[in-house]
């Protein structure tokens, strides 16, 4: 298998975590002291947290880089953190949160796409927006089910 599939394959496998997560908080079952909303926004802050790193390792091998995707990657890594953090505090506000980083990185990795060709490519991006737009449904689904 070559690493296009392998990294297709990867990507829709870590989508299972996140459907499992949000069917959990759907039909109310939970593992023992573990809530499912819980068990979905830890996943998502951590999914989140890689993404901002892989957007930091695709820009610094580049001669030329853009700064601002620095700082995107960082503010990625701080948003799924404390969409950790006020988990516990607001609840499905954190949720929005990290919705709104997975948004994010699409949109620099799309609008920037020229500064990373020698990194991403058009099917990566397809694959990314395919993945993101069933991470953002899922969140739609955990939050409106919130009380």
């Known amino acids: 298998m070559n690493n296009q599939k392998i990294s297709t394959l990867l990507a829709y496998l870590g989508l299972l975590p996140f459907v499992a997560g949000a069917l959990m ?7 023992p ?12 802050a951590i ?8 957007v930091w390792g695709q820009v610094l091998p580049q001669a030329e880089y853009r700064v ?14 404390a969409g950790l953090l006020l988990m516990f505090l607001l609840g499905k ?3 929005v949160l990290l919705l709104l980083g997975y948004l994010l990185v699409l949109f620099f990795e799309v609008i920037h796409k020229e500064t990373l060709s020698g990194v ?8 990314r927006s395919r993945v993101t737009a069933i991470v953002v449904v899922l969140h739609a689904v955990v939050l409106l089910n919130q009380h």
């Open 120 to 127: 991403i490519s058009w099917k990566y991006l397809t694959l």
């Open 68 to 81: 601002v995707l620095l700082i995107v990657s960082n503010v990625v890594a701080i948003l799924a953190w």
């Open 33 to 44: 002291g573990l809530p499912p909303f819980i068990v979905f926004a830890t996943y998502s």
């Open 93 to 95: 506000m954190a949720l």
């Open 25 to 31: 908080d759907y039909v109310g079952w939970s593992l």
């Open 47 to 54: 999914i989140l947290s890689f993404l901002g790193g892989a």
